[in-house]
């Protein structure tokens, strides 16, 4: 396997750095869960998941790291690399997902992972992998074009490519295809990288979590106090069901923990703490639920 000691301490680092902050503008400290997993016939690692619920500004916020190693890629990994089919393999990265109180503040989620694989012939393959996406309740211009554009800043060192490449590839990724809708405005994803070589490509993928707090604390600040009623709360849990649909339905994330055995609280920690379904729920034409739809759940250049 590839030596992957100083990606290991580079993920950690993030994690403390983002819970430390994150703890500090709510006023709630995060809860450690250490988690160990034997050597097994499925997967065997560690990790800690740290959560935050019931906070002031946050109903629920879940920022987990994990390092496991197994004898076989799942099929969830190997779809666009047959030729890695059964090997052994070592998957490491920090997830987070952060469900806020206040309807007017987005749910965010960023990901950074890097994964290696040893074929029974031929030398390590590894890739990264990695983005972050935006999903407002109530959009305001000016979110999307902030978020967008920190994304675009940090992988700007890496070549002009790759803010339009990555923004396309989240529009396409984050899409709920049962629905015909986006799940939210986007940001940026990437996925199987490793064209920049090991050390290049890594450097990308650690640009982009160190620019997460960036892209997201701004808008938490502006929108965490306003204030808001029980039509916005009932649309917010509303919303929150569609992103409980594409989590479970068609997150690769998701299906390569449950398919290698993973630890099912930590993989599902992305969950919020409360979601609602109605049948053909209407929406007043020209409010701003409809706004939501008609101008933010859509493909745009938000730059």
Known sequence: ?????????????????II????ALDGQPFVADHWHKEPGETLQGNGITRILEQGR???RAGCGFSHVRGPRLPPSATQHRPEL??????????SLVFHPRNPYVPTVHM??????????????????????DLTPYYGFDEDAVHFHQTCKDALGPFGEDKYPRFKTWCDEYFYLKHREEQRGIGGVFFD???????????????????????????????R?????????RDFQLY?????????????????????????????????????????????EAGSAEARLTTEFLVRRDWL
């Open 57 to 59: 500004v946050f109903e």
């Open 239 to 283: 919303r929150r069901g569609r992103y409980v649909e594409f989590n479970l339905v068609w997150d690769r994330g998701t299906h390569f923990g449950l398919q290698s055995g993973g630890r099912t609280e930590s993989i599902l920690m992305s969950m919020p703490p409360l979601a609602a379904w109605s049948y053909q729920r209407p929406v």
């Open 85 to 94: 089919s059964g090997a052994p393999f070592e998957a490491m990265g920090v």
């Open 1 to 17: 396997m590839t030596d992957s000691s100083h990606v290991r301490s580079y993920l950690l680092e993030l994690q403390e750095r």
């Open 111 to 132: 990901n950074v992972r890097m994964i290696a694989a040893t074929p029974a012939s031929g030398p390590t393959a590894y890739w990264f992998g990695g983005g972050m």
């Open 20 to 23: 430390s902050t994150v703890a």
């Open 192 to 222: 199987d990288f490793q064209e920049l070589g090991f050390e290049g490509s890594l450097a990308m993928m650690r640009s982009v979590g160190d620019a997460f707090l960036a892209a997201y604390l701004p808008i938490v600040e502006r």
């Open 224 to 232: 965490k106090d306003m204030a808001y009623g029980e039509r916005e």
